[in-house]
């Protein structure tokens, strides 16, 4: 989550606290907004409060008159008009009159396609913005969700930087360029991701958000986006004509094609819970009051600590709301959808939104904030936090347990983690292994946030994950609670953390850069920060080449091994054992009897955060050691036959035997 400045304007009068949305008729439709077809636009607009509506259509984007105004008719709360002929390039606003006072003209909520800063909706024929070949493709191959690994990626970050290579900085095109090249000769950009080895690309914002100029664009300004404006329309900062929608649109859909063309699949950040604005957004310019909860006093509820928050639990947001994900599925192909605050969201729609994806298609992801970034007037029992998990209909939440546990408390700046030898942890990271199902070695009590109960009833509810763009980087978060660290400490520190993320069971997740040590240079909250601080620098990857292999042959592992990528709690009870060390900074665990069907009959994991060597009771056997705490050796593994083995400081081991029948821990012991 990010943190904007907004100015919480006066309130409007046209709603009161004692005022009731529950009279306003449900619309049961599925075209509300603009229908296209070369004989006419039809539009439908659901505002039951207003007086008057009407419909003024524009050649630009930006100013100018209108070409044509079209008084609307009203029809059980919806508002409808139809203008014959091909309208196609024409551009449009709606406004309507409540309480006597005509509201500034808006794009409707389900605009499509937009002009230069999202100020009019543009009438298009979305099947004219498809790429070459859009009809055959096709979703990558995927298993089971615990086989996902997700890189979460901003789309200037990628490019902008004078070492990437590419030649479309900072836009969607750039994340289609092949055979991008460093100074140094290494792989960038989407060769660099397919190298890699990641599954899924998370990317930050895409959708049209208020916070940067498109008619500016040469000023260069920066924003994560968590600042909506038009949900179903993309941003025009990165395309390269802001002025026209269509090529937004075709080449947002070039970027799904070519992730898709190298076996990776495509995330979507969305941000329901809020908007950029509160009273002068769409929906308050449309329906007054209705999309946000109200607090007790009758202004707006403000849970995520950006002036507002949704009211999902009102029927036409989560009608739109599940219109609006099924367009990015089916328009643009998208794989998988990240909920920002999603413990802002009520349960039930978060299930309306599953139940609609998978006739779509069952293999796309939900996932999202399982918290909030303050008080909502909605029962904690009805949100979509991560303690409900189990409550809603195959949605995963991220585990800030196990991201805690490795790096320290995410806004106490001088707490460590477990990596970096802070005492207390063990059963954390324990429960961060089991992606916060249940286990009878787990003692739940000592568990840093949850001391009753897991929240997690099967693996792939969790997302597993020690950094992403919020906050600190790992490697900048590592040097602010480790002042006096030497940077070779500083990598063996890192180097366990991403072995923890990429062997506990659940989902893996990485923030892009992890992979070469990415740095903000200290900064933490950089949601409108210039480039210099965000972006992708490609000369560490040259720098941290150790570290990008390390990091891709990690990943490697992973895929090739199902042992860490179980696909179900009773498996992970199964084969999973917990290996015992009195240190409270040394924890291991067996993965036995070729747990999910690995061909390894046994697998040790050992983590080390402790600053001295450590002896780690093993099974006598004859081991082959894949990862010695700085490289992986995946081809060459060192044997090692003992009953214990010796794990260097603040490191990690993994290694594998197929020569034990029935590990029986308490003779080998």
Known sequence: MHYLLISFWSMFSFFTAGESFKDYPVYQGNDLGLTYTPQASEFKLWSPPAEKARLRLYA??????????????????????????????????????????????????????????????????????????????????????TDIIIYELHIRDLSTHPTSGISNKGKFLGLTEEKTKSPEGLTTGLDHLKELGITHVHLLPVYDYSSIDETKLEENKFNWGYDPQNYNALEGSYSTNPEDGAVRIRE???????????????????????????????????????????????????????????????????????????????????????????????????????????????????????????????????????????????????????????????????????????????????????????????????????SKTPYAKEPWQVISYASCHDNHTLWDRLAVNNPLLLDEERLKMYRLSLLMVLTAQGVTFLHAGTEMAVTKGGAENSYNLADAVNQLNWTRKHQYKDLFNFTRDLIYLRKSHPAFRMTSSAQIREHLEFLPHEDENVTGFLLKNHANNDPWQTIAVVYNGSGKVQTMPIPRSEWKIVCDGEKMQLNNPVSYRNSGILVPPYSGIVMYTDGLGKVNWVEDK
Request: charged share 25%; glycine share 10%; hydrophobic share 35%.
């Open 60 to 145: 630009k984007g930006l100013g100018g008159k209108a070409l044509k105004t079209l008084n609307l008719k009203k029809q059980d709360g919806v508002w409808y008009g139809r203008v014959k002929g091909d309208q196609v390039g024409k551009y449009y606003a709606f406004q309507v009159q409540i309480k006597g006072q005509w509201l500034a003209e808006v794009p409707d909520p389900y605009t499509k396609a937009v002009g230069a800063n999202g100020k009019r909706g543009q009438i298009l024929d979305l099947k004219k913005t498809n790429p070459v070949a859009w009809e055959s493709d096709k979703r990558p191959t995927l298993k089971s969700a």
């Open 252 to 450: 947002f859909k070039q970027v799904v094609q070519a992730l898709h063309s190298k076996g990776i699949r495509v995330i979507m950040d969305v941000v329901y819970n809020h908007t950029g604005v509160t009273e002068g957004s769409n929906f308050n310019q449309l329906v007054p009051g209705y999309y946000y909860r109200q607090n007790d006093k009758g202004g707006f509820s403000d849970a995520s600590a950006c002036g507002n928050e949704t009211a999902s639990e009102r029927p036409m947001m989560r009608k739109f709301m599940v219109e609006s994900v099924l367009h990015w599925a089916k328009e643009y192909h998208i794989d998988g959808f990240r909920f920002d605050l999603m413990g802002i969201h009520d349960i039930e729609t978060m299930n309306a939104i599953s139940k609609a994806v998978r006739e779509v298609d069952p293999s796309i992801f939900l996932y999202g904030e399982g918290w909030t970034a303050g008080g909502s007037p909605l029962p904690d029992e009805q949100r979509g936090l991560k303690a409900n998990v189990s409550k809603m209909d195959r949605v995963a939440v991220f585990s800030d347990d196990i991201r805690d546990a490795i790096r320290g408390h995410v806004f106490t700046h001088t707490d460590k983690g477990f990596v970096s030898g802070a005492p207390g942890l063990k059963e954390s990271v324990k429960f961060g292994v089991v992606a916060s199902t249940y286990h009878p070695e787990v003692k739940y009590p000592e568990v840093k946030y949850y």
